[in-house]
């Protein structure tokens, strides 16, 4: 079992940037494709980005291509979401997700298994 700690949310004006981090216990870090998804206030949940064990392969929603960079750091368990260009309905509470199935990158949030509690975005006009 793998437990995820988002960390870097917080309040940016529209246009800004933040880094979010997603840090994982144990030493199988490599061993999890791994998501990043969102949900805003009344909305359902919905996927941003997913990048495999490798970081060969990555992913994005349409909402967030070529704002957005999902990338990971096998040697200290963490995986990145840097968010450039910041819009405000980009705030949500962002999650981080680990997939058992590390060479996939999916969209779909049965494909995870383990969750992070989220941190929050919030992003003013």
């Known amino acids: 079992q793998v437990q995820l700690v988002e960390s870097g949310g917080g309040l940016v004006q529209a246009g800004g940037s933040l880094r979010l981090s997603c840090a994982a216990s144990?030493?199988?870090?490599?061993?999890?494709?791994m998501g990043w998804f969102r949900q805003a206030p009344g909305k359902e949940r919905e996927f941003v980005a997913a990048?495999?064990?490798?970081?060969?392969?990555?992913y994005y929603a349409d909402s967030v291509k070529g704002r957005f960079t999902i990338s990971r750091n096998n040697a200290v368990y963490t995986v990145y979401l840097q968010m450039n260009g910041l819009k405000p309905e980009d705030t949500a509470v962002y999650y981080c997700?680990?997939?058992?199935?590390?060479?996939?990158?999916?969209?779909?949030?049965?494909?995870?298994?383990?969750w992070g509690r989220g941190t929050q975005v919030t992003v003013s006009s």
């Open positions: 997700a680990a997939d058992k199935v590390r060479q996939r990158v999916s969209r779909n949030q049965s494909s995870y298994d383990y």
């Open positions: 990048i495999n064990w490798n970081s060969y392969n990555t």
């Open positions: 144990g030493r199988t870090f490599s061993s999890y494709a």
